[in-house]
């Protein structure tokens, strides 16, 4: 367990990296309530944008009347998909490789779809504008159900792809189907079971949003906007508008949370980039919380049938999986190109197996599009779900305990780098020693015995247990691109004369605390503290080009970056300081924050008296260039694998069949650990985010394509109430190739909590004879399960 100390900045000049609880840099700003963000953005003569969506899932568009909308008063312009394709900007590219509808212009194709926009004086009157327009609608059958979607007779609903006949989007697999096939027929035991990951949203507090400000004279666009890939964005914005690179500046500044749901482009940043061209004003256009439910990046929606494979004594031979996944009606997923799939091929979970394929089906549906990487990287939250419920299976079928069965099939600590069988190298893990940790601290032994106690009273008390391994820090350039985009990270530093120091970031924090965490990394490796030293990163005008935060890639891609550019100017600082010390830069030895000549320590010079040398009077040494800073780009050789063994024990009401979170320990590892206190808090987010899966949160529709989750109201997130006191724990085991050690930790809770919380409820449930339920877990599930009568999800 590290250090509770609560330290203020100060405290930590000379142990800036995982040391104590430091303060969060950006807190001052944002609990003030001064966080400034894109909805903040005021600009003389802006005007406002409103956005009118289809009512329907699957229709066809006869005609548009915007006449009414046009004449009213304060109303500047009326725009649809026609003035749109008349401009050829009618569609846009999706992150992955898809084409969607900035405007409908021949059908809609998912209820809340894009269908036209009005751009008035205020807020309110583009609104009222919107029921002004008159749009008539063939309506056409809806795909809804992802099952349906490959039926011969069911409606097409890309007839816009050239020569499309059916709704197949892609086929994926992966590992050896024969190998797997083999392992199978061999074993002792098989266990089979479907599985559903729902529809959900990453639903972050704020929505999204942009205000757009083209100048005609100097052609230049400037853009505020949520999101959380700025250079990425800027690009494609060049691509798709024609505009030139240089002369666009993407501004993200504080973001409200993103969780994944602000990476995508949506059609509403492009409509207020063309609403600014078109009327000569800066727009904007802030969506509300029903538009950001029904229209933006969803995520999950995996129909799953997971197997396993064993002997009896309970060694794990082979998984299997197949997967039925449903992308909506437009290919919204972000991830890299050649992984159609993200990262779903970890499904081989933190087991040495002999064998393992997957086999995937991606489909159309007339549903909003997404697949977004809510808050995992890449599908990881499904496999591990995945894995984790189908080995607590084998562990019912075979009558052993759970954590028994994780602990016999682990990957040994001598085993990494381990490849799996799908091919991914995990860089290191010591899995037993965390999840001995989450035992003892969860009471393994007390709480089985609690257990027995209760059902012999016909209680209803389960134990589940999680343990995960996420691949995080996208990526190696060899292997991982976004729309032809390498995914490293470029960084600069800069130390200014008198010693204070600016860090460039690409990434952009959506709250994770990158301005603390940053200048602690810089701060360990140059000795600057990090109260000297401030984090820019948001803005591309003034940052280096970098893919963006996602999929807990900012610590494994950016923190790299960071520590290797601050590793070149203390580089630069050393030519500097022989020169200044007058003696060889072999004889001088770094202390944090200065040189010193070997085996002489009262002759030293500091980082602050080198940094005003460097700017000042005098010869440098030959070849040394004035200044102090340095900028680089970072491609990471590996992905870094954090893992984490999480422990649920839940109570279920028998009368009402609610589910009660009572207990939760999560015992993370992230490698080297920057800032604790912010690591708990990305921990206590995810394990929130994963009660919210777990028990409350789906995106559900009726058969008609209506969305039944378009409010806060239907669709439940949790609260305070529904979560008990987290109880955390830490091991560490660095990664080898990140430069400080370190592995990304933002997602791991979210991806590693659904899981153990389905796998306490089963276990509760398991008098009943009930192996498996799908998520939600609401009352009537449990209601349904415990009659033995699961629900269609
Ligand atoms: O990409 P994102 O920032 O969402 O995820 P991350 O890289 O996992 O980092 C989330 C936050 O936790 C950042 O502020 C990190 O610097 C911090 N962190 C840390 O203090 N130590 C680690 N080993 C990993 C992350």
Known sequence: QGSERLTTFEDNDQKPVGHGRMLRK?????????????????????????????PFAHARIVGIDTSAAAA???????????????????????????????LATDKVRFQGQEVAFVVAEDRYTARDALELID?????????????????????????????????????????????????????????RQDI????????????????????????????WSTTQAPHAHRTLYAIVAGLPEHKIQVISPDLGGGFGN???????????????????????????????????????????????????????????????ADHGAFNGT????????????????????????????????????????????FRITEAVYLVERIVDCLAAELGMDPAELRLKNFIRPEQFPYTTKTGWVYDSGDYEPTMRLAMDLAGYAELRKEQEAKRANGELMGIG????????????????DILGLGMADGCELRVHPTGKAVVRLSVQSQGQGHETTFAQIVAEEIGIPPADIDVVHGDTDNTPFGLGTYGSRSTPVSGAAAALVARKVRDKARLIASAMLEVSVADLDWEKGRFQVKGDPGKSVTIQDIAMRAHGAGDLPDGVE?????????????????????????????????????????????????????????????????????????IAFDEDGNCLGASLMDYLIPTALEVPDWETGFTVTPSPHHPIGAKGVGESATVGSPPAIVNAVVDALAPYGVRHADMPLTPSRVWDAMRGAPRPP
């Open 626 to 698: 004035g200044g102090l800073e340095a900028q680089i780009c970072y491609n990471p050789s590996n992905l870094t694998y954090p893992h984490g063994a999480y422990i649920c024990v839940v109570d279920i009401d028998p009368g009402t069949c609610e589910v009660k979170v009572r207990r939760f320990i999560a015992v993370d590892d992230c490698g080297t650990r920057i800032n604790p206190m912010i690591i708990e808090g990305q921990v206590h987010g995810g394990l929130t985010d994963g009660v919210g899966m777990a028990l409350m949160e789906m």
């Open 334 to 377: 972000a991830a890299p190109v050649k992984y159609p799939a993200g990262f779903f091929g970890v499904f081989t979970g933190s087991y040495d197996i002999e064998a393992a394929y997957c086999s995937m089906t991606a489909v159309y549906t007339n549903k909003a599009p997404g697949g977004v990487a809510y808050a995992c990287s």
């Open 26 to 54: 950006e807190d001052p700003r944002l609990v003030r309530g001064r966080g400034r963000f894109t909805d903040d953005i005021q600009l003389p003569g802006m005007l406002h944008l409103a956005i009118l969506r289809s």
């Open 72 to 102: 009213l008063p304060r109303v500047r312009a009326v725009v649809t998909g026609a003035d749109l394709a008349a401009q050829g900007l009618a569609w846009m590219p999706t992150l992955s490789g898809d084409v969607q509808a900035v």
């Open 262 to 324: 602000k990476v995508p482009i949506y059609p509403g940043y492009v409509c207020a980039i063309v609403a600014s061209i078109v009327t000569g004003k800066p727009v904007k256009w802030m969506e509300d919380r029903s538009e950001n439910l029904i229209s933006t990046g969803f995520a999950r929606d995996y129909i799953m049938r997971g197997e396993i494979a064993a002997t009896r004594d309970g060694r794990i031979l082979g998984i299997r999986t197949d997967v039925l």
């Open 135 to 191: 749009v008539e609608y063939d309506v056409l059958e809806p795909v809804i159900d992802a099952r349906r979607a490959l039926a011969p007779d069911a409606p097409v609903i890309r007839d816009d792809l050239d020569g499309k006949t059916n709704n197949h989007c892609f086929d994926w697999e992966t590992g050896d189907k024969d190998a797997t096939e083999a392992v199978f027929a061999a074993a002792d035991v098989v266990v």
């Open 465 to 480: 247990i999680a343990f995960f391994t996420e691949a995080v820090g996208a990526g190696p350039r060899k292997d991982m």
């Open 196 to 223: 559903v990951y729902p529809r959900v949203h990453p639903a972050p507090m704020e929505t999204c949003g942009a205000v757009a400000d083209f100048d005609a004279v100097e052609g230049r666009l400037k853009l």
